[in-house]
């Protein structure tokens, strides 16, 4: 997984302009870096307009890399990103399929890989 450089630019935004702000949620603006709620709907359209990453692709990346590291486990899903417990029994089938599908992914480019040789 590789974040887009408008991605990075905007983390390194956030850092800079909001170093101590103690909201989790990725996009953050002057109304929600001094609270822990999320931006507005239409905040977030405004600023994700024109750029290459979408909401649902960094939501996806941020999840599957949470299972990467710790596993599609629903009760860790739930707590970390503050779900119910069906919402994070389907984040936790995805990433898994996500992963099912990654690791043959990858078998297939290694065996492609070793024909070449």
Known sequence: MSATPDLLDWLEHRRTRWPNT??????????????????????????????????????VDRQLEEAMVHGPDPLHLAEV???DEKTAMRYADSARRLLETSAESWSVVAASTDDQR
């Open 81 to 83: 990103f503050g779900l």
């Open 22 to 59: 103690a909201n989790l949620h990725l996009l953050i603006n002057n109304q929600t870096a001094n609270r822990t709620t999320r931006a507005s709907n239409h905040w977030i359209s405004a600023a994700m307009r024109g750029q290459a990453a979408t909401l649902e692709r960094l939501r």
